[in-house]
């Protein structure tokens, strides 16, 4: 719509310049009409030239003719307008050739067509005996054609520019949203399996105690109770899931408060000692630090009811020093040191999933036989807040 906006204002300056310069004010001896004339049939051709590139037919030569034309367009306008009289309007199409080529067009190929404007001005002045308005005037109209292309042309290039960095940074930023939604969806995918796994771990140790005393000694109502706690177990998991859920949303409660409710529920459940200690002043940890350090010791309290029932287990958590340290260690019978008996719940994955969840925190986990024990101890860097 704005290209035949252009041509039809093009047109009808074009047919008004014709009515100015040979009807209302025609050149008066016979160079001048002569001059006006050719110069009036160059544009015309020049204009006709420039309209077929636009079109369909001619898209296919791109705009390696566009310099040429608006040359032709800017030396015949330019002839014509230097004999002076109505003609002389016919200089505002060598302005708006030198305007397009600023514009559209490199530095020397718009010098070349402002030059060659330029030039038959001169040249159509000198042999029409014009003054010096003509000589001096109509080109420096033209330069500043020139200049307000070059302008237009800077602008564009700015709005371009402009337009391709906010596209850059769109795609920057949807980029950012897809990768802070797959670390969401790894976070919860890591918190799902650690709550399923701490769940599920606890009640397969409770049916399997509950299958082997049917084993060895029919005793129901030992199986039975084996089958509460493991009821029990499976509502615990299901008020562990719905509480990791709830964490997901709002910050979980202080850390030495889970662990200490985290301590007591094993105490309960395997009928064990367990020892829970917090050393140092307690510090303000991150809700991602928190939840990481809980599932550590769920998952080494599994761990411990599997491998190592019946012995005596330790919690502690010591803010003291330049890191954030837990410490799970405990006692292991020398018949399961193999360590085909000290893999996790999951079959191996699930200290894994430790490590990596502490990994992405600066954290450490290990892992091994000790003295005679197992411990696992994880490690996060000293948070920069006060105390409390």
């Known amino acids: 719509m704005l290209g035949k906006v252009n041509w039809l204002a093009r047109a009808a300056g074009f047919v008004w310049i014709g009515v100015v310069a040979f009807a209302l004010v025609p050149p008066h001896h016979g160079y001048a009409r002569w001059a006006a004339a050719a110069g009036y049939g160059v544009l015309a051709a020049s204009l006709l030239a420039w309209a077929l590139l636009e079109s369909p037919a001619g898209s296919r030569y791109g705009t390696r003719g566009l310099p040429m034309i608006l040359a032709v367009m800017a030396v015949g306008a330019g002839f014509g307008s230097a004999v002076g009289a109505g003609a002389a309007a016919m200089v505002t199409f060598s302005f708006i050739a030198a305007m397009i080529a600023g514009g559209e067009l490199g530095v020397l190929a718009a010098l070349g067509v402002t030059s060659a404007g330029v030039l038959s001005i001169e040249v159509s002045g000198l042999l029409a005996g014009a003054?010096?308005?003509?000589?001096?005037?109509?080109?420096?109209?033209?330069?500043?054609g020139l200049v307000i292309g070059r302008n237009r042309g800077a602008y564009r290039v700015q709005a371009e520019q402009a337009a391709a960095l906010l596209a850059e940074r769109e795609r920057s930023a949807a980029e950012q949203r897809r990768a802070d939604l797959l670390d969401e969806r790894a976070r919860i995918a890591r918190e799902i399996h650690d709550v399923l796994a701490h769940s599920l771990g606890a009640l397969g140790i409770q049916i399997q105690a509950a299958r082997a005393v049917l084993d060895d000694s029919a005793d129901v109502a030992k199986a039975a109770e084996l089958l509460i706690t493991a009821q029990q177990l499976a509502a615990e998991g299901l008020v562990e899931t719905r509480r990791a859920v709830h964490a997901l949303r709002t910050d979980p409660p202080s850390l030495g408060e889970e662990l200490a409710r985290v301590s007591a529920s094993y105490a309960q459940r395997y009928q064990v000692a367990v020892d829970f200690d917090v050393s140092g002043e307690p510090l303000a940890l991150s809700?991602?630090?928190?939840?990481?350090?809980?599932?550590?010791?769920?998952?080494?309290?599994?761990?411990?009811?599997?491998?190592?029932?019946?012995?005596?287990?330790?919690?502690?958590?010591?803010?003291?020093?330049?890191?954030?340290?837990?410490?799970?260690?405990?006692?292991?019978?020398?018949?399961?040191?193999?360590?085909?008996?000290?893999?996790?719940?999951?079959?191996?994955?699930?200290?894994?999933?430790?490590?990596?969840?502490?990994?992405?925190?600066?954290?450490?986990?290990?892992?091994?036989?000790?003295?005679?024990?197992?411990?696992?101890?994880?490690?996060?860097?000293?948070?920069?807040?006060?105390?409390?």
């Open 131 to 144: 003054g010096y308005a003509t000589s001096l005037g109509l080109p420096v109209f033209l330069l500043a």
């Open 287 to 388: 809700p991602d630090s928190s939840l990481a350090l809980l599932r550590v010791t769920q998952e080494a309290l599994v761990n411990a009811a599997k491998h190592a029932p019946g012995q005596e287990v330790a919690v502690r958590l010591d803010y003291g020093g330049g890191r954030i340290r837990l410490v799970v260690p405990n006692d292991v019978p020398s018949r399961s040191c193999h360590p085909a008996m000290l893999r996790t719940v999951d079959g191996g994955y699930g200290l894994t999933g430790m490590r990596e969840r502490l990994a992405l925190l600066d954290g450490t986990l290990e892992a091994g036989a000790r003295d005679g024990g197992w411990i696992v101890t994880a490690e996060l860097p000293r948070p920069a807040t006060m105390t409390r």
